[in-house]
């Protein structure tokens, strides 16, 4: 399995405070230098504040994804239990549903 993309914010106000053109500008560039062109970008107006967040992408960490095999072989170990519980509870009634009107083929 692949380490995968991982998304994760970035406050960027500075480029609220600009107090000219070429001050916001140089700030975008800034951020363009990098993090790339790609990044996205969302202002975003709250009841009293006004916010900007750059979206990003990284690989994830060792940590990140170590956690993600054990979270997933967990998650498949919990399923195939489960399915094993679900088949005894079937084989039982089978064995009831047998037992209460015989092998009738």
Do not use: C, F, P, W
Not at 8 to 18: F, I, N, R, T, V
Not at 33 to 53: F, K, M, P, T
Not at 81 to 100: H, P
Request: no cysteine; proline share 0%; glycine share 4%.
């Amino acid at each position: 399995m692949t380490k995968k993309m991982v998304k994760y914010e970035k406050g960027a106000d500075d480029l609220l405070y600009a107090e000219t053109l070429t001050d916001l500008l140089t700030n975008v560039q800034r951020y363009i230098d990098q993090y790339g062109a790609d990044v996205e970008l969302e202002i975003d107006s709250g009841h009293s504040n006004l916010d900007v967040i750059l979206t990003l992408e990284r690989e994830e960490t060792d940590k990140e994804y170590n956690k993600r095999l054990k979270d997933k072989a967990r998650e498949k170990e919990q399923a195939l239990a489960k399915k094993e519980i679900q088949e005894r509870k079937e084989r039982k009634e089978l064995e009831r549903l047998m037992k209460k009107y015989g092998d009738k083929q």
